[in-house]
């Protein structure tokens, strides 16, 4: 089995702590699974997370500016930390994927004309602006790991909607020029959650809808805390220029499926589950007219999957929640803000506000004419 792991995934768990990271580099080390990340893939990660701190400590020192003096001193440091982490954050990121037993691999072979073509004929998974030159790249080293591995089966990582169809399967186009190279089988999931790790478990999956009440019970209660929204991995689950997000209402909870599975060593069963939800969101803004700063909020409802694995205590009960993953479901959040940061340049803060509530829940959005700087690369006939 090889594991291909988009950016996506890293970033939504940038040091790898989550419990699927530790069962994947377990079953990579006594050789059941290969775990591959396409040096692309590891490259946009560290490239997302630096601009994430650089973005967090230019939060905390636009703060501090009314604040006394030596606030002020402590936001700079703060501001300081958060891109020194940044900048440290690659030798990390690499130490560990090389320790967990994980590969990388380079550029697939694959012409800049060919991507051009495929540019400009709109071939998956380049989208109808003509946007997915790093995810064109992404499955060129699919195809290139499954004809040289044709009797494994590929498991492709990844919550960038471009790749699936509406109820989360590889799109048709890709599946035909999929098989088109290999014999090998491809399966597409949105989060390591939903992966079998090879190995991790003694019996094969059992439907066990028994359990849904009191696993039900045990999500919410984990969801109504403050710092919800942290106490899980989430990917793609924020809204676009917003300094921070809070997490208020879980409604619409639906289980796609419950299953259990015997695991070596241990008495009681544990679950598997995917679940569908929707999360009401406060995000909120500090805005500042050069005179004061104001806290604005703004209400946003957010459709979610549920990836998760919890233990089970018998009796149809279920105990700790060994792993969460809440992912933003239809469309990618990373090219959502782009489309509104090209939509709104030259806008005022009171003109950016009465957009975003105009189009925070408006998919047409990629229409407003964004491109991608990767794209701009393929214009010119050039890769990184």
């Known amino acids: 089995m090889i594991v291909v ?3 996506n995934v890293i970033v939504g768990d ?9 069962q994947l580099s377990e079953a990579a080390k006594a050789r059941r699974v290969r775990v591959v990340a396409p040096e692309i893939a590891i490259r ?8 994430h701190l650089v973005s967090v400590g230019d939060k905390i020192k636009a703060a501090s500016r009314l604040a006394p003096a030596e606030a002020k001193e402590l936001a700079s440091q703060a501001r300081a930390a958060c891109v020194r982490s940044g900048e440290e954050y690659e030798a990390k990121l690499r130490k560990s994927w090389e ?5 990388l691999v380079g550029a697939p072979n694959i012409s800049h004309t060919e991507v051009a073509r495929r540019a400009m004929l709109r071939i998956l998974p380049f989208d109808q602006n003509g946007n997915g030159y790093r995810d064109t790249l992404h499955w060129f080293t699919v195809l290139e ?5 044709p009797t494994e089966k590929i498991t492709l990582v990844t919550n960038d909607g ?6 989360g399967s590889l799109a048709p186009h890709l599946v035909d020029e999929f098989d088109g190279h290999s014999d090998a089988d491809i399966t597409l999931c949105k989060s390591l959650g939903a992966i079998d790790v090879p190995g991790h478990y003694v019996t094969d999956p059992v439907d066990a809808p028994e359990f849904e009440d009191s696993l039900r019970t045990r999500i919410l209660q984990m969801l109504s805390g403050e710092d919800a929204l942290r106490d899980i991995r989430t990917t793609g689950i924020s809204v676009p220029d917003a300094d921070w997000i809070s997490l208020v209402k879980v409604s619409d909870l639906a289980f796609n499926y419950i299953r259990a599975r015997n695991v070596e060593r241990q008495s009681e069963p544990e679950l598997r589950f995917r679940a569908t939800a929707k999360f009401k969101v406060n995000a909120s803004y500090v805005l500042d007219d050069g005179e004061d700063l104001e806290l ?3 209400p946003v409802d957010i459709e979610v999957g549920l990836d998760g694995t919890v233990a089970t205590l018998g009796n149809n009960k279920v105990g700790t929640i060994l792993d969460l993953e809440a992912y933003r479901r239809g469309f990618d959040p990373e090219r959502m803000i782009k489309s509104i940061r090209a939509a709104t340049v030259g806008l005022d803060v009171s003109a950016v506000r009465s957009f975003l509530a105009s189009h925070m829940d408006d998919n047409a959005i990629f229409s407003l004419g964004e491109q991608r700087e990767d794209d701009e ?5 050039g890769t990184e």
């Open 5 to 7: 792991v988009d950016a």
């Open 14 to 22: 940038p040091h790898l702590k989550s419990l699927p990271w530790s």
């Open 44 to 51: 946009e990660a560290i490239t997302r997370r630096k601009k």
């Open 99 to 103: 320790l967990y037993g994980f590969e």
């Open 145 to 149: 790991l499954a004809k040289q591995y």
């Open 162 to 167: 471009i790749f699936a169809t509406k109820n």
């Open 296 to 298: 604005a909020h703004q």
């Open 377 to 381: 690369r393929v214009s010119q006939g």
